[in-house]
């Protein structure tokens, strides 16, 4: 029989709902969705990408399946085969599923609409998950733990990039939410099947690495097997999720097939590229970090909810330990198993040399969840009344003010980096406006990109048939190529899947086939950035009046002048603000080239 929930303190262990008063700190679950749902769309439309790798890995292969061509990075050469088809054919199928009402009704039908259509629907994905975690919180724990992971979710800057973008470590984060709520959720019967069976979906269609976050689930179950002898129920429910799993696995590696036109177990090639390459191959070419990068990066993107996540545990001992020791010995165990995996993964990740903020996406709602246990056991302490404390001694208006000020001010903190970051960094999503306007573009024009290919947000933002391409930049590594756009011949469905494009290469060597000619470049994106001196390679296109004409300009922030407070948060440009805080900023342009330059070329 489960232990009756302590008085304060450690989070009780999972237990048969109960009809009981509903809790002051309790929403209602659609309230609950309507707020992780309210927040996260509002991300899918303001957040910018903040990596390249979801447009070029992503994004493109997308446009590809759903409009015949696209960019191709060497990861989707079959050669390699380290990109999954599955889950981007997934995606291809939602955009054209959920679109087809909205065209039937004569809306939404441009490719920028499905651009938004699919981060909106990852939007609401996400928050359907979160919801299910909230839930299973509020029941197994506490329904205070479930607002302050509330809390932690919807205010922080990491969920705000996180939630709708197109990554499989988000889709390994939605994925982790459910087998966390799987393995909380003990009402009617332990569910280890259905936990092993979210992870292991994480796993091979998302990111091969999430496999790790069960592995504290999974010694606990054997470690109260050890204690209960009941070794035939324990192996019956770890081969049930197992064969969930392999049967997902299975599936994921037919379509595989299908697309690369050979076996692939595109988790293992995954693995083997990141684990077992060595020398001038492997992610470490990419750029290396020192040890501390993470804690910077959650500090900067949970700040307050990070320490106390970093907290949990020692909080949770020291309760047990030296507050509450009549809290049973299966809740302890219970409540160390569920915060475990946030430090499992932090460590895990923190000595690999190469690390990139979307490694942490999956561990965001363990990170969450940690710092909701935290501050519930501090906060329960700290509202102690029992007269042998010191801190019953504390005026509640003291007690009051300790409690609101970190909040709030983590509140304010999460808030402007967000404001800060879209305000920055939203150009990329904009500039392409007019090409949609009639008389703009036409098909076969190109739109190109110099220094400023990273930040590409897509073939989706462009109109149909006109095409992104690369012109030379100070960037001396390896750019897309172009999928293979084969009608004839017999090459069946979706030719540029399993057709082995020319100039890939795993070690990043630069391949010249890759560049445009400036001068088939019927329009050109490009930044002008005061603190940036121009290059030969890299001239400010923007100035260059006799060739190029601006049809959209966005503000841009410079970095390199501006102060690390106002490239972190948001500051107003107000008289009170010193100059030397205030934010500067440069311009992101979409250009046409000149009428008069066009003739002269043709000429």
Not at 463 to 468: F, Y
């Amino acid at each position: 029989m489960p232990p009756p929930p302590p008085k304060q303190g450690l989070p009780t262990a999972p237990r048969p709902p109960a009809k009981a008063a509903k809790s002051p700190h309790e929403l209602e679950p659609i309230i609950a969705f309507y707020i992780f749902a309210a927040a996260n769309i509002i991300a899918a439309f303001y957040a910018p990408i903040q990596d390249c790798d979801e447009v070029f890995n992503y994004w493109e292969p997308t446009h590809y399946l759903n409009h015949g061509y696209g960019l191709q990075t060497w990861e989707y050469s079959p050669e390699y085969a380290i990109r999954s088809w599955t889950y981007t054919g997934i995606h291809a199928l939602a955009i054209r599923l959920g679109m087809m009402p909205l065209r039937f009704f004569g809306f939404a039908r441009s490719k920028t609409a499905e651009f938004y259509f699919l981060r909106t629907f990852l939007a609401v994905i996400c928050a359907m998950c979160q919801t299910r975690l909230y839930s299973v919180v509020a029941r197994t724990f506490n329904p205070r733990v479930a607002l302050f992971l509330v809390f932690a979710m919807v205010l922080s800057p990491g969920m705000y990039h996180a939630a709708p973008a197109y990554l499989p470590s988000s889709f390994a984060m939605y994925a982790t939410m459910l087998g966390l709520q799987a393995f909380m959720d003990w009402t009617g019967g332990i569910r280890t099947a259905q936990g092993l069976m979210w992870f292991g979906i994480g796993t091979v269609l998302g990111w091969p690495f999430v496999g790790a976050l069960v592995l504290p689930f999974i010694a606990e179950e054997i470690f109260l097997v050890s204690l209960t002898g009941e070794g035939i129920e324990c192996i019956t429910r770890l081969a049930d999720g197992l064969t969930r799993s392999i049967v997902v696995l299975a599936l994921q590696t037919a379509f595989e097939t299908f697309f690369y036109k050979t076996v692939t177990v595109v988790p293992w090639n995954i693995v083997k590229y990141n684990v077992f390459s060595g020398g001038s191959r492997g992610p470490d070419i990419y750029g290396v970090e020192p040890w501390h990068f993470y804690i910077r990066n959650l500090a900067l993107n949970f700040n307050l909810w990070f320490l106390l996540a970093l907290g949990a545990l020692p909080l949770i001992l020291i309760q047990h330990l030296l507050v509450q020791k009549s809290v049973s010995k299966q809740t302890l165990l219970r409540s160390v198993v569920f915060v475990s995996p946030f430090y499992l993964w932090l460590g895990i990740f923190t000595v690999q040399p190469h690390k990139e903020e979307r490694f942490m996406y999956p561990v965001y709602p363990a990170l969450a969840l940690n710092a909701a246990i935290a501050l519930h056991i501090l906060l329960a302490n700290l509202g102690s009344t029992d007269p042998s404390r010191l801190v019953s001694k504390i005026p509640p208006q003291v007690k009051l003010a300790i409690v609101s000020v970190p909040l709030l001010l983590a509140f304010d903190v999460g808030v402007l980096r967000t404001i800060g970051t879209f305000t920055a960094y939203s150009a990329p999503l904009k500039v392409y406006t007019p090409l949609h306007q009639p008389g703009v573009s036409k098909p076969g024009d190109n739109v190109c990109l110099g220094k400023e290919w990273y930040r590409f947000p897509s073939s989706y933002l462009l109109p149909d048939r006109v095409r992104p391409k690369f012109i030379k930049s100070e960037f001396s590594g390896l750019l897309p190529g172009e999928f293979s756009e084969a009608t004839a011949g017999g090459f069946g469905l979706f030719p540029g899947t399993w057709l082995m494009p020319s100039g890939m290469n795993d070690e990043n060597i630069e391949d010249p086939g890759k560049y445009t000619s400036i001068e088939h470049c019927e329009f050109i994106v490009d930044s002008s950035l005061p603190g940036v001196a121009p290059t030969a390679l890299e001239p400010d296109y923007i100035t260059d009046t006799e060739h190029w004409e601006p049809l959209r300009c966005e503000s841009f922030l410079d970095v390199s002048r501006t102060h690390v407070v106002g490239r972190l948060l948001w500051v107003p440009d107000l008289p009170f603000i010193p100059e030397q805080f205030r934010r500067k900023w440069g311009q992101y342009c979409l250009l046409q080239r000149k009428v008069s330059d066009k003739s002269a070329q043709s000429a």
